[in-house]
């Protein structure tokens, strides 16, 4: 794709114009604003964005960084955030223009838990990236146990199951076995508890008078932010976690922990981040939301491009103290279609951390229904709802008419080509297996959320005495 494009008078106008923007952004948001819009019809040219400090940001640092939010006439400030409630309120209060976001927070008020400011996703920051360590403690009581090839290593994926003598062992001393994740509705608790279920560990239910999601549980989850996680387990506060890169990686580097699976081998493919508006901004905004989109489909393209050359270059962004601030061995550990799990054991893992390749900043409607079957199965949704309600649900949310009409504005404009681009009617099709062996069928989401071993049955609710 070549990155060249013809400018008129017109066009170099608003070129010149955009670059008067960016130079002056420090002295004035108005006056920075007012030419672009002129020019271009960007409502809001100059905007702030939240971000964790996770691997995942990757698609806004480049966004950033090669110049593709400038090219689109767009004048950008990233900032960190705390954790995820800080970020979910700065753009649910109007601090934040957009952000990094978990996609369970997208779709949270829609399913009517949290947060009541609709919020919606025109662009998929990536899928997959997210993997489960456990400490040096666990792992030396676990490893003896686990299963090794020829060449000596353990065999991967590694079952939850290898942690149940452990969990007994824990509650015959008087002590709960613990292990954290990001936030109630992350990925990451997802998988962690699709993980531990799969293994026969019950992660527990969320009810009315329990948001810590411990009834039940034999693992008991707690939240920590994604760069605490280390330093939190090295404490003994927890056993192990699920997180996304680089804080895997950091505990094989500082020796302190070991990943024992990647989210691919959980559930299969699974969506991770979005990018997240208020659905009151998209409205108000279009031309901002479609350059935007623009901006980050292009960033994404530019991350997956031949096979990943571009990665390295991404991975010396990424290090820099504004962004994520790890450090780049850390970041290569995971950013190049492989992943250490340990000293000398560096393994191929080309799915784990995709933004384009397999469509994968698509929003499909299948990804966002995949959440709120796991909201379901485990509380959050109290009662049994129906496959349409699911449906009608993600459609408020997942918004692929916006992404279509920046990806078809792109490929008009010779920045990308159409076979590049998904041709769907929001439905990915799944074809990693789940560690369980389940199907995910998002066409019957309410039989799937009912249908496993370890979760709330047809008929179940939750309530504040109990599951009923």
Not at 95 to 115: E, F, K, N, T
Request: net charge positive; proline share 7%.
């Amino acid at each position: 794709m070549s990155g060249r494009w013809s400018m008129n008078r017109q066009g170099m106008i608003a070129a010149l114009l955009a670059g008067i923007a960016v130079a002056s952004c420090g002295k004035s948001a108005d006056t920075a604003e007012k030419p672009v819009a002129s020019a271009n019809g960007i409502e809001k040219p100059v905007l702030k964005l939240g971000f964790i400090k996770l691997t995942d940001i990757a698609p806004l640092v480049v966004a950033q960084e090669k110049g593709f939010f400038r090219e689109e006439g767009l004048t950008v400030t990233l900032e960190p955030q705390a954790n995820w409630k800080v970020l979910l309120d700065g753009v649910t209060g109007g601090q934040l223009d957009g952000a990094h976001m978990l996609a369970g927070q997208v779709l949270a008020a829609s399913a009517g838990i949290g947060s009541k400011v609709p919020l919606v996703t025109p662009f998929s920051l990536d899928i997959n990236g997210k993997g489960v360590t456990v400490s040096n403690q666990v792992w030396d009581m676990i490893a003896p146990t686990l299963p090794k090839g020829s060449d000596g290593k353990v065999q991967m994926p590694i079952s939850a199951a290898a942690l149940k003598p452990v969990v007994a062992k824990f509650k015959a001393e008087g002590k709960p076995f613990k292990m954290g994740m990001v936030f109630p509705v992350s990925t990451h608790n997802y998988v962690l508890r699709y993980w531990l279920a799969a293994g026969g560990l019950n992660p527990g239910y969320y009810l009315p008078a329990d948001t810590a999601g411990v009834t039940g549980a034999d693992v008991q989850l707690s939240v920590t932010p994604p760069p605490q996680m280390p330093a939190t387990m090295e404490a003994g506060t927890i056993n192990g976690y699920s997180v996304g890169e680089p804080w895997n990686q950091a505990s094989v580097a500082k020796k302190i922990g070991v990943p024992v699976i990647v989210d691919p081998d959980i559930a299969g493919t699974t969506g991770d981040k979005v990018f997240g508006l208020t659905a009151d901004f998209a409205k108000k905004n279009p031309n901002t939301v479609k350059a935007l989109t623009r901006a980050l489909i292009r960033a994404s393209m530019w991350l997956d491009a031949e096979g990943g050359k571009n990665r390295p270059e991404a991975v010396k962004l990424l290090a820099s103290s504004k962004y994520v601030g790890a450090d780049e061995k850390v970041l290569m550990a995971s950013m190049t279609g492989k992943f250490t799990f340990g000293a000398g054991d560096t393994r191929n893992t080309p799915e784990f951390n995709l933004f384009f390749d397999q469509q994968a900043s698509y929003p499909f409607y299948s990804d966002g229904i995949w959440y709120l079957t796991q909201m379901r199965r485990w509380g959050q949704i109290a009662e049994d709802k129906t496959d349409q309600w699911y449906l009608d649900t993600v459609k408020s949310v997942y918004r692929p008419d916006l992404y279509e009409a920046a990806a078809q504005s792109l490929v008009a404009d010779g920045k990308a080509s159409a076979d590049q681009f998904p041709k769907t009617d929001g439905f990915r099709v799944y074809t990693r297996k789940a560690i369980d062996g389940v199907p995910f069928d998002a066409h019957k989401p309410a039989a799937y959320a009912a249908g496993f071993t370890i979760g709330l049955k047809p008929g179940q609710k939750v309530t504040p005495a109990g599951v009923k």
